[in-house]
C-alpha cells in the first residue's frame, strides 16, 4: 500500500500548518481565506502527487469537506509523448479509489489532443511555459462555467517547478473574465508520496529534449 492512503492523508493533514479560515479574503485577485466549506470545485490536475497536496492543502485550511463536490479535471494535452500522458493519467486513476472514500470526487478526462498545444506554442513568441498554463487554466474555467460550478483552481500551484506568480496572474485574469472563485493553493506542505507513477520532467516535448539533453541520454 502505498503513502497516499486514507489513514496517511489524515495523520498528514493532522501535522499540517493549519491556517484557520477567517474571512472571504482576495488575495491579489484570488481567494485564499474562506469563511465557509465550498460547495463545489473544480481542481485542474496534471499529476497524482499534486492532486494529493492540493487536497491536503485545501482540507487543512477547512475549504473542503466530504460534501464538497469535487471534480479533477486531467486537461494537460502538453504532455509529450501520449505513453506519458497515460502514465500520469494512470497514476492519477490509480488513486481514485482510495479518494473516493474521504472525499466526493469525480474525475474527467477531455480527449488528449497534443495539437491543441503544439498549435499554440508554435505559432506564438511568448513564453512557451506562459501559453502552456494559459491554455489549461482557460479549460479549467470553460469547463466549470459550462457545468456552472463557481469554484475551480490548479494543482500546478502545488508545484516548486512552476512560476507561481505568473500562474497567479493569468488566474487573476480569468477570474476577471469568467467571473468565478479561483482558490489558491499553499505550496509550502508539499509531501512526497508513493506507490504510483512519477514524471522526471515537466510535460511537454520541449522539457523531455531539455531533461535528456542536461542527462547526457
Ligand atoms: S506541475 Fe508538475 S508536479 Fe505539479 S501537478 Fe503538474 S505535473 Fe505534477
Ligand atoms: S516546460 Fe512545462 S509548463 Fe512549460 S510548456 Fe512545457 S509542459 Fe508546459
Known sequence: MGDYTLSSLSQKASIAIYIIPQILEPKEGVLYNIS???????????????????????????????????????????????????ERLNAVKKIFPELKEEWNIKLVIPNYSPKEYLSRVLDCKQDRCTICWNLRLENLFNYAKEKKIKNVTTTLLTSHYQERDTILKIAKDLNKKYNLNFIEIDSTSNIKHTGFYKQNYCGCCFSLTEKMVSSKI
Open 36 to 86: 465557509m466549506i465550498l460547495k463545489n470545485l473544480v481542481i485542474h490536475t496534471c499529476c497524482a502527487d499534486c492532486l494529493l497536496n492540493a487536497l491536503l492543502d485545501l482540507k487543512s485550511r477547512g475549504v473542503i469537506d466530504k460534501e464538497t463536490e469535487i471534480t479533477s479535471l486531467f486537461y494537460n494535452p502538453n504532455i509529450h509523448p501520449r505513453s506519458e500522458y497515460l
